[in-house]
């Protein structure tokens, strides 16, 4: 029997390397001496195309990008790196409107934050992303259930065999559902429960489950898989097999 899941503690994230973009060098270095103190590896870039480099250049495990940059856009260079890697991803925006929160999240961040912030806020949004998304030292068992293969120490997710190119965020939501199928979940357990967040913006869960969507329904317009549970939430409609029950 395998041992049970061991939660990474802070002292498992020294020196993983963080990738901090913004042209405003006062933010830029106050952000980098937090995540420094907490033990990360900081490189600095200031603009979209800079970021883009860099996230090839040196495969950061995290990245904290400013909307506002020069050249093009956080929202663009996100967009741009998500077409091909999966690097986690902290949006910084200045503008606090929900319309733009939603569309830094579409374009493929994991999270966000809106200026001004607390760089202690900061660095704990970076440890706990990084605390889901490093393998465990005695990590769980792989599922499989329905068409799904979620392997939690490897981070893969294969639907009918084909890996899925999920983010951090989209894999702990899909493998969260797939570990409790047919079971409905309102926004705010889902952001308690995948998150970790105590409160906070529940358009970040609708965002989220429309980008797994697109990953893993025929029709993301027709789900059949993730289905919406009117006046409730959401929820995965996948069979267990009796070797799974048992």
């Known amino acids: 029997m395998p041992e049970p899941a061991r939660t990474?503690?802070?002292e498992d994230l020294i020196d993983r390397r963080?990738?901090?973009v913004d042209d405003d060098p006062t933010v830029s270095e106050v952000v980098a001496e937090y995540l420094r103190?907490?033990?990360?590896?900081?490189?600095?870039?200031?603009?979209?195309f800079a970021a883009i480099e860099a996230e090839r250049a040196i495969a950061?495990?995290?990245?904290?990008l400013d909307r506002m940059l020069p050249g093009i856009d956080g929202i663009e260079a996100c967009r741009r790196i998500r077409l091909v890697s999966a690097t986690p991803i902290i949006l910084l925006t200045a503008l606090g409107s929900e319309e733009d929160r939603i569309r830094g999240l579409e374009a493929?961040?994991?999270d966000y934050l809106t200026k001004p912030f607390s760089p202690r806020e900061l660095v704990l949004r970076v440890q706990s992303i990084l605390r889901r998304s490093l393998t465990d030292l005695a990590p769980e068992s792989p599922l499989d259930r329905g068409p799904f293969h979620v392997d939690p120490a490897?981070?893969?997710?294969?639907?009918?065999?084909?890996?899925?190119?999920?983010?951090?965020?989209?894999?702990?939501?899909?493998?969260f559902f797939v570990k409790h199928p047919r079971q409905a979940f309102s926004r705010e357990e889902l952001l308690s429960t995948v998150w970790g967040w105590t409160h906070g913006d529940l358009s970040t869960v609708t965002v989220h489950v429309r980008r797994l969507r697109e990953k893993i329904e025929a029709d993301p317009t027709r789900p059949t898989l993730l289905?919406?549970?009117?006046?409730?939430?959401?929820?995965?409609?996948?069979?267990?097999?009796?070797d799974e029950l048992a």
């Open 8 to 10: 990474l503690g802070n």
């Open 18 to 20: 963080v990738l901090v």
């Open 37 to 48: 103190s907490a033990g990360f590896v900081v490189d600095r870039v200031s603009d979209g």
């Open 60 to 64: 950061p495990d995290l990245i904290v």
């Open 108 to 110: 493929g961040a994991d």
């Open 154 to 175: 490897a981070r893969v997710a294969l639907l009918h065999g084909r890996l899925l190119n999920l983010t951090v965020r989209e894999f702990d939501l899909l493998a």
């Open 227 to 242: 289905t919406t549970v009117w006046g409730i939430g959401y929820r995965i409609d996948i069979e267990e097999t009796a």
